[in-house]
């Protein structure tokens, strides 16, 4: 049994050595900014007090926040990890409890925060070959910045996946959508949804991913209201020469419509629409690594088109992992 059930993601946090320049980028991407306590804010429209923090010093990431459903909550978390539950003297207030996990990333565990009503999002209106609501009417969209709504999830480089599976689902009681082995029985990271019980869940809220290289961020992703929206998101970064990272199309694991932008800095963030919703009562599924970099429809992943080189090691992962399936699958039966 998990100490506790999260509800969702909270927030990212970063440091950057120039606040002006992260607010530019950002705004560009959709988030309202603000600056308070010598820290940069970023919001969506969904009436949180924050989504994306940012603070001054060396580039680096910093955290990934949580959010529980109630201040009792940590106060269980807190008692079982020996740790204090404290104030969050942050836009919003609240309590935290800190913690760090194998790898040593700062997980940052909220609740209590005062929220805004949510701005209302509108309904896309799509004329599909099998329902058309929209009639006697035309759609004229307007060159603008994506309008983020809240943030869905964050992709963490781990050293040991199952290490680090067992200590976040311990905690937090992450549920297992897809898992991703590089062969059979060969485990590299998995894509974890909350445990809400019979309420739908987002198909991924943290992603563990043992690859080659350096740990940190991969990514973190941020829901937008539509695929209009994505699109003139995507636009608009182009226009003004934001570096993209990958994208527009559609993946597999979790069915999003996605667009990857990278910061000034080099963080990845994603815009994304239209995720696969499951409940604690949908089975996992394992998928390959293939599936994992493959897309439904639209642009391949970098390393397919060319554009970017392989992680360092990757390459020699992958070759020792061949030969390692090799010498399995030609030893007798008996042998095996």
Known sequence: MAIIKVEDIAHVRFAVPDLALMRGFLED?????????????GKGSDGRPFIHATEPGAATFLAVGLRAARIADLEILAAQEGVAVEPLEEPGGGMVVRLADPDGYRVEVVAGQQCEAPAPCPRPRF???ADKPRQRETIRLEP????????????????????????WKARFGFLTSDEIEAAPGVPLGAFMRCDRGDVASDHHTIFLAQLPGALGLLHAAFEVESLDDLMLGHEYLKVRERQAAWGVGRHIMGSQIFDYWKDPFGNELEHWTDGDLFTAADPPAKQTMQALLAVQW???????????????GLVAFVTALQLRLKRLFARSPKEA
């Open 29 to 41: 991407f959709g988030l309202s900014c603000f600056e308070q306590g010598g820290r940069l804010y």
């Open 127 to 129: 004329n599909s070959a």
């Open 144 to 167: 603008a910045p994506a309008h983020v709504r809240r943030i869905g999830h964050a992709v963490l480089k781990v050293s040991d996946f199952r290490a680090s599976e067992r200590w």
């Open 298 to 312: 639209g642009a391949p992943h970098p390393m397919f088109a060319g554009r970017m080189a392989p992680p360092p």
